[in-house]
């Protein structure tokens, strides 16, 4: 099993008494073996204010060598009280207990409450509603704003702009409507502003659902092993990736993400072709559309004021929510002979509070354990169904996924 924790070094002052040496260390040692978009050791980032020790246990004892670069020691080895510290030193809440060898996702998922899964037309439509509402605002914020005030506005549109994704997202897992050419239509409109085609993204990401943390299989963030680091030596790609994953541009990491896997017809099947060839269609003919014609009445500048700075905003939260959702130190990604169901969606799952303007607009998809303990329930009724894991599975599952405030400084890294 190679995990994330092994991936991501984490010094302690205990071995590393030496502040600078504990910095140049972890330098060195995210560079060549950091998961793709994870966050930088907080540890390393707080260690000079850091006053306690994490309390070491005999087992991490016996592998102090391979603690002092790693947080290498599994979470079914600690302590409560050691994960309480470790959680507390990454800037989260808590980290809970290893869910149980033999426990099932359909063990999990039959322990929520049916009506989850009920799908209420009245309530899909209104994130629609919510959305075009919300996107119109921002468009009249950035129309009228003041050159200083326009961050401010692009801010607020790229977040009401996820709401987008967050419609299509529901169609995709067949979660909108219990019309499936209903789901397919809303979500191609609804991903057209963002240039997203429908169905090869609806393809790609339901493979992530199935191959959550799993290595090579997953098509969202993973582990780039040393192997590959040493064959991107001297190269461009070893450059673009170090440039965009190792600086703050990794909150937009999901561009490159968007361009690599939705567009090559030739990562689908032949079964899938006329598919994703319609969506595909469906996008050129919006930018087709929208893009001369938004160039026509408001020119180059128009162009950047009212489309190109908003969808940045959604990929910076495309990328946040993707990175903070599925990546942290003791969160595994294994091989698939070691690769486990329920330990993945349950316990290699993120729960991150944001601010409740931000869950409003995008409809609360950073209520994400249950959404991927079973991703056919709607967007609405996420919290009832995370209430119903906490309840049934807060101590050995769900409290595994690390729980983080983005108001917080040390909650949230992204540089």
């Not at 209903?182 to 963002?194: C, K, Q, R, S, W």
Request: charged share 15%; hydrophobic share 40%; aromatic share 14%.
């Amino acid at each position: 099993m190679i995990s994330s924790s092994t991936l991501q070094p984490v010094c302690h002052r205990s071995v590393f008494q030496d502040l600078r040496q504990c910095r140049a260390h972890c330098k060195a040692a995210t560079v060549t073996a950091a998961p793709l978009g994870l966050r930088k050791p907080l540890l390393c980032q707080r260690a000079k204010a850091q006053q306690s020790k994490v309390t070491a246990s005999a087992h991490r004892q016996n592998n102090a060598k391979a603690a002092a670069v790693s947080l290498s020691i599994p979470v079914e080895h600690l302590s409560d009280s050691e994960r309480q510290q470790v959680a507390h030193q990454y800037g989260y809440s808590k980290i809970g207990k290893q869910l149980p060898e033999g426990v099932t996702l359909s063990q999990i998922v039959k322990s929520m409450p049916s009506e989850v899964f009920d799908i209420n037309p009245w309530k899909s439509w209104s994130a629609v509603a919510i959305t075009l509402a919300s996107v119109a605002a921002s468009l009249y914020l950035i129309a009228i704003s003041p050159w200083y005030l326009l961050p401010l506005a692009w801010g607020f549109a790229g977040t009401a702009w996820t709401g987008f994704f967050v419609v299509g997202h529901d169609c995709g897992h067949r979660a909108f409507s219990k019309n499936k050419l209903t789901e397919d239509i809303v979500g191609t409109l609804m991903f057209a502003p963002l240039i997203y085609p429908f169905e090869p993204w609806r393809i790609k990401h339901n493979h992530h659902h199935a191959h959550t943390n799993k290595l090579v299989e997953d098509t969202a963030w993973h582990p780039v092993s040393k192997q590959e680091l040493g064959e991107w030596k001297g190269t461009f790609k070893g450059w673009l990736y170090k440039t965009f994953l190792g600086s703050p541009l990794k909150s937009w990491a999901s561009v490159g993400h968007w361009l690599i896997w939705h567009f090559d017809t030739t990562k689908y099947s032949e079964k899938q072709q006329d598919r994703v060839k319609i969506s595909l269609a469906a996008v050129y003919a919006f930018m087709a559309i929208a893009f001369p014609s938004l160039l026509y009445f408001t020119g180059i500048t128009g162009f950047f004021k009212f489309w190109l700075m908003p969808w940045l905003g959604y990929h910076f939260w495309m990328s946040t929510f993707t990175v903070v959702h599925h990546t942290a130190p003791h969160i595994p990604f294994k091989d698939a002979k070691d690769w486990d169901a329920a330990q993945a969606q349950l316990s290699g799952t993120v729960h991150c509070d944001f601010p409740k303007w931000v869950e409003f607009l995008t409809h609360d998809i950073s209520v994400h354990v249950p959404h991927h303990v079973a991703s056919k329930i709607p967007w609405y009724n996420l919290r009832k169904a995370n209430a119903s894991l906490r309840q049934n599975w807060g101590q050995v599952g769900l409290l595994h996924s690390l729980y983080c405030s983005y108001c917080s400084p040390a909650g949230l890294s992204l540089i």
